[in-house]
């Protein structure tokens, strides 16, 4: 794999836009995540 796809399944980049997904929360480290822009659409 990329580096990319695997910063995206890591959840360090969002998995819907590829921007930075760490939030303060982060509910399932090493998982993907979406990032807070794309959760409020």
């Known amino acids: 794999m990329g580096d990319i ?9 969002c ?12 509910q399932e480290p090493g998982h993907p995540q979406t990032c807070e822009d794309c959760e409020e659409d």
């Not at 796809?5 to 980049?13: A, K, R, S, V, Y």
């Not at 998995?15 to 303060?24: H, K, P, R, S």
């Open 15 to 26: 998995d819907v836009c590829g921007g930075l997904a760490i939030t303060e929360n982060e």
């Open 5 to 13: 796809t695997e910063m995206i399944m890591e959840g360090i980049l």
